[in-house]
């Protein structure tokens, strides 16, 4: 019976000791990360501009027969190459850059409208 006490109280005392360290999101928080998604089609990027929150995900797909890629002007985030049918995502940080091309076909440009709040 005494064995049986002091493995509970154990128990109970691990738990304790666990439970900060797990992060608590309230459901809010968690709704309002959403997914974009951008299409690359005709040598363009659709939607040519998109607004963003921190925390979201961008999702590439090129639907060309030719790569593409999407990649930050100031270099802080590239796709790579995109192949047709393929898709590449990013999430979207505080230091995510706003404005973005392809790296074969520079003439390839679209904006991020990029809220540094996590809601939109």
């Given at each position: 019976m005494?064995?049986?006490f002091l493995l509970r109280r154990a128990?109970?005392?691990i738990a304790a000791a666990a439970f900060p360290l797990v992060p608590v999101w309230s459901g809010a928080a968690i709704a309002?990360?959403?997914e974009h998604r951008v299409e690359i089609g005709d040598f363009e990027f659709s939607p040519a501009a998109l607004e963003v929150s921190v925390g979201d995900t961008i999702i590439w797909v090129n639907h060309d027969i030719t790569p593409h890629t999407a990649?930050?002007?100031?270099g802080?985030?590239?796709t790579g190459e995109l192949a047709n049918g393929a898709e590449?995502?990013?999430?979207?940080?505080a230091n995510t850059g706003s404005d973005y091309f392809c790296a074969f076909h520079p003439v390839m440009k679209a904006l991020l409208a990029i809220s540094k709040s996590a809601t939109h």
């Open positions: 005494k064995r049986r128990a109970a005392a309002k990360r959403r990649t930050a002007t100031d802080s985030w590239d590449a995502r990013i999430a979207v940080t």
